[in-house]
């Protein structure tokens, strides 16, 4: 790219009710965070409604949680936290203009997030074939506890829940791709790559508390 | 304005390690059987640091502007404020509702 095409560039995302660029990054980077707190109280409900049945029924939840596996949820989770790591790889190759870098970094994530996925498929679908299903569909007899549907009603919840981010943030990360492709992210402008780098340390941050509280309850 | 802090390559990785080595850790403390409340007390404890770890160093929150963080601050103050509330309600109940 030639020296005034980038200049010309530098301007082209700001929008005209915006001073500056770093006004309106400053604009967008609050936006989401008003978002995230939402985002904490809607998982907040799910988190809630776990503490409540955990106090009213501690001896389920160490049943229960027997049937979850600890080494796929530990793996599960260090993927995450790869994958978060590789989301602030992207965003510092962004903000260096290493456009490259930023590529390939979102499809080593986007990579990492399928795993987390296809590992969860497993998990789900080992629960499915014994009978382990959420509410009045749950037909296993391996737990000694009349409540045992009610654990599981609130795993395929908060974690089914936490899936679907997961999914979102894949596709967010696709489109990212396709948006560094068409050389319209550079160091001036990757207020999209900082707003989805936020969104998935928050999934990052949810699976955080989701697996010692499901599958660390010896 | 300070929302375009730029972290160097090895501090993130050096994040990254520091939530590998608690993720192990969070681990390894449940091969030590310790006693019933801790148990959990050390569990959260640790998922907790975790998450304030990310929030600061991945999600840039440590060179912040003061209002995102008052916001992510403000979330947990609610969320507390959810299931305490709550639990004050469920678990002085003389009998749980039986159906649930």
């Known amino acids: 790219m030639s020296e005034p095409s980038v200049a010309e560039e530098n301007k082209s995302h700001i929008l005209h009710h915006f001073v500056d660029s770093d006004q309106q990054f400053e604009a967008s980077k609050m936006g989401m965070w008003v978002f995230l707190v939402t985002e904490i109280l809607f998982f907040g409900g799910l988190f809630a409604a776990y503490i409540v049945y955990r106090a009213w029924y501690p001896d389920l939840y160490l049943q229960a949680s027997e049937e979850l596996d600890t080494f796929w949820g530990a793996v599960n989770t260090a993927v995450l936290i790869g994958s978060s790591l590789t989301v602030a790889m992207a965003i510092r190759s962004a903000q260096l203009n290493q456009i490259k870098g930023l590529i390939i970094n979102l499809y080593i994530t986007i990579g990492l997030a399928f795993t987390f996925m296809v590992i969860k498929y497993f998990e789900y679908a080992y629960k499915f074939e014994k009978g382990i299903l959420p509410g009045s569909y749950y037909s296993y007899d391996g737990i000694a506890h009349e409540k045992a549907n009610i654990f599981f009603s609130i795993y395929y919840m908060m974690t089914g829940l936490h899936g679907i981010h997961v999914l979102i943030g894949i596709g967010l990360m696709i489109w990212l791709v396709f948006k560094a492709k068409k050389n319209v992210l550079h160091s001036g402008y990757y207020t999209p790559v900082e707003i989805t780098g936020l969104y998935w340390h928050l999934v990052d941050v949810i699976w955080i508390f989701l697996f010692p509280l499901l599958y660390l309850i010896d | ?100």
Not at chain 2, 70 to 85: K, N
């Open chain 2, 1 to 100: 304005m300070s929302g375009h802090h730029i972290s160097s390559a090895k501090f993130l990785w050096g994040v990254g390690i520091s939530l590998f080595i608690l993720t192990f850790l969070t681990v390894a403390v449940t091969w030590i059987q310790i006693p019933e409340p801790w148990n959990v007390v050390v569990a959260i404890a640790i998922a907790v640091v975790k998450a304030l770890i990310v929030a600061a160093f991945f999600m840039n929150l440590y060179w912040d502007s003061k209002f995102n963080i008052m916001l992510f601050v403000m979330s947990i103050v609610f969320f507390a404020l959810l299931i305490g509330i709550t639990l004050l309600d469920t678990m002085y109940r003389t009998d749980p509702v039986p159906t649930f």
